[in-house]
């Protein structure tokens, strides 16, 4: 019978290695594994405090709205033409204004405090603050309207490099209107 079974040995060895891995295993996960985990779902419950105490970067489009409606489109409006309605003449309504200028809380909070400075008698310099960024780049752009296969036809879509010589998309649209010229007449 002894020689039946002389390899197993062999087997009692790995599965000892396999034991012992699986409890370092376990002993590293409980050390590793907040306090909090699981409290409140698949996750650390103490990371909503965390989330709270992490400054805000995003205003939201109402904040943008207070303030922008009928002069969001400056340098490139028509001074005849009747103010721009941010959601009726806006053919980018979907996208909200952060999709493209990126996170603006910094924005909308010094414009308040300059609102608010200016209603307390206090002096505020005329430019000061940081201004909203203009979206410059054609990267973004073609982030939607590049062609991909697969979107539908009725979405503008563009082939980089046959399109506008390679020119800005700006020097052609803009951006909260983006039809071209030749579209409008």
């Keep these: ?9 062999h087997i009692v060895r790995v599965a000892t ?3 012992l891995g699986l409890l370092a295993f376990l002993i590293a996960r409980s050390a590793a594994t907040p306090a909090d985990f699981g409290t409140l779902g698949f996750y650390r419950a103490g990371a909503i405090d965390d989330a709270k105490a992490r400054p805000l970067a995003y205003a939201g489009t109402a904040s943008c709205v207070q303030c922008h409606v009928g002069k969001y489109e400056s340098e490139y409006a028509d001074p005849a033409a009747p103010p721009a309605d941010l959601v009726k003449d806006n053919r980018h309504v979907a996208l909200r204004c ?3 200028h990126g996170p603006l809380a910094f924005h909308a909070i010094e414009q308040t405090q300059k609102e608010q400075d200016k209603k307390a ?3 505020v310099a005329e430019g000061s603050g940081r201004a909203v960024p203009l979206v410059e780049s054609d990267r973004l752009c073609l982030t939607c309207h590049r062609q991909v296969p697969g979107r539908p036809d009725r979405h503008p879509q563009v082939i980089v490099g046959d399109h506008g010589d390679n020119d800005k998309c700006q020097s052609c649209h803009r951006p909260h209107r983006p039809r071209t010229d030749e579209d409008e007449g």
């Design 1 to 9: 019978m002894r020689g039946r079974f002389q390899h197993a040995t």
């Design 17 to 19: 290695v396999f034991a």
């Design 98 to 100: 952060e999709a493209c």
């Design 121 to 123: 008698g206090r002096e």
